[in-house]
């Protein structure tokens, strides 16, 4: 079983920064597939970024890519998700999401397993 908490949602004006964090519990944490989600309000959710669990490769949606970096800490089971250049249509509630394959197609909802609970973030223009 995977459990991920998110933190680091917030209030922010347009053209800033917040960086959020995911805690994911597992021995195996290395070789997960883990991804960012967003959903805004009356929407759909939505890919962001995605970090493979093999190779190291990295993916972004077009819309944040330039934008958004992904990372993560192998050591300390942590993913990051650091939004620069915010935009008010970047408003939603960001969810950390974790599969245990290294090779989950990235960008589909239904491939992951396993979901944090979310974090807000709000871009005021």
């Known amino acids: 079983q995977v459990q991920l908490v998110e933190s680091g949602g917030g209030r922010v004006q347009a053209g800033g920064s917040l960086r959020l964090s995911c805690a994911a519990s597992g021995r195996t944490f290395s070789t997960y597939t883990m991804g960012w989600f967003r959903q805004a309000p009356g929407k759909e959710r939505e890919f962001v970024a995605a970090f493979s669990g093999s190779g190291g490769n990295t993916y972004y949606a077009d819309s944040v890519k330039g934008r958004f970096t992904i990372s993560r800490d192998n050591a300390k089971n942590t993913l990051s998700l650091q939004m620069n250049s915010l935009k008010p249509e970047d408003t939603a509630v960001y969810y950390c999401?974790?599969?245990?394959?290294?090779?989950?197609?990235?960008?589909?909802?239904?491939?992951?397993?396993?979901w944090g609970q979310g974090t807000q973030v709000t871009v005021s223009s």
């Open positions: 999401a974790a599969d245990p394959s290294p090779y989950t197609t990235h960008w589909r909802i239904s491939a992951y397993g396993y």
